[in-house]
């Protein structure tokens, strides 16, 4: 099984289902679905290393929580994740090592403005072969 993400219409909200092998695997598709719903996004040459860490006790509260960091830093430093290097994802911790890019703003091309990752509809649960998360993004 492959990571991968598949985007759903909700209301006037989007929704994202995310399938991965693993509960850390969800984390790279899950920053894709999030920055395919804000447009295409294209990044400059220009990175750096960025870290999460995050503590509680359900992931997907977590997953939440990373989701509106990523999304923090986008509209703050006007960063994207392009590459994670590693990613723990235990149902008490998270930690995500990725590489972040300065976009490049004549390029990039923005569909929809998010606010934030909601509880709403906000689950990870184990399948057969991995795990799916579900988030809804609101726009």
């Known amino acids: 099984?492959?990571?991968?993400?598949?985007?759903?219409?909700?209301?006037?909200?989007?929704?994202?289902?995310?399938?991965?092998?693993?509960m850390a695997g969800l984390m790279a598709p899950a920053t894709q679905g999030l920055y395919s719903i804000i447009g295409e996004l294209?990044?400059?040459?220009?990175?750096?290393?960025?870290?999460?860490?995050?503590?509680?006790n359900d992931p997907a509260i977590l997953l939440r929580d990373y989701l509106n960091q990523v999304l923090f830093v986008f509209e703050r430093d006007h960063r994207m994740l392009i590459s994670f290097e590693q990613t723990e994802f235990s149902r008490e911790h998270l930690i995500v090592n990725a590489t972040?890019?300065?976009?490049?703003?004549?390029?990039?091309?923005?569909?929809?403005?998010?606010?934030a990752i909601t509880y709403h509809e906000l689950s990870i649960r184990e399948i057969e072969g991995g795990f799916e998360a579900r988030f809804i993004v609101d726009i």
């Open 1 to 22: 099984m492959l990571p991968h993400f598949e985007l759903f219409d909700h209301t006037a909200d989007m929704g994202v289902q995310v399938i991965a092998p693993t």
């Open 42 to 56: 294209v990044a400059t040459s220009k990175q750096e290393a960025f870290q999460f860490e995050l503590s509680g």
């Open 100 to 115: 972040a890019a300065a976009l490049d703003p004549e390029k990039c091309v923005y569909s929809h403005e998010v606010k």
